[in-house]
């Protein structure tokens, strides 16, 4: 099976792989946090997560796997998720509308392959304001 992924890998064309996430180091750089709100436990769309605290590399903006990707994870993950297991939440940090990964990366990636449209999560938000240079 992981063989599958990366055979399939290889056939998405180069501009699915020119998009990285969204960086939350990057909104940490060049924003202040003004508040830090915990949400809690959320089913949130999947189409709403674009971002990641520190996996810019392994996936792309949809969340599919690039070369760096542990396909042999993923692999796993997804067939855990086909038969039914439950999974922790994800930990997502949500600014300004998009939702950035913390934790569960490969449980996002799994989910969005299968088409599924939510997922469950533990929420924190973010209020951020432009650094004044």
Known sequence: MPGDWFLWLRRLPLAYRRHPLASLADIEANFRIVQRHARGHQQVPLEAIGGSLNRTATFDH?????PKCDHLRLARITSALI???EFA???LVLVQGLYYVV???HRVAAARALKRATIAAVVTEWIVEERQT
């Open 103 to 105: 934790d569960g990366h």
């Open 62 to 66: 949809r969340f599919r796997p690039t």
């Open 89 to 91: 939440p994800v930990e």
């Open 83 to 85: 038969a039914g297991v």
